[in-house]
């Protein structure tokens, strides 16, 4: 990838938004929800002496808000910092 944040900032592919419910059914495109979930695929170094604590790879929640969305050689990406990320999932 060439995509190279910079500061606290990280890209986030996010995860596909569910098309069923845990009951079985089946949800229209008009009806999902942005997913709050995703995969890091770029770190930033950090800013002001501060290392990041995501890394490449990681599977992370973050708010339903968060982020400014980029599309990317036919990719979505959400671009956020650091603090935006609530939780890294094991």
Known sequence: MKLKPINDRVVVQPSAAE???AGGIIIPDTAKEKPQKGKIV???????????TVKKGDTVLYGKY???ELSYEGK?????REDDILVILG
């Open 66 to 68: 968060a982020g400014q």
């Open 76 to 80: 979505d990406y959400l671009i956020m």
């Open 42 to 52: 770029a770190v930033g170094p950090g800013k002001d002496g501060n290392d990041m």
């Open 19 to 21: 098309a069923k419910t």
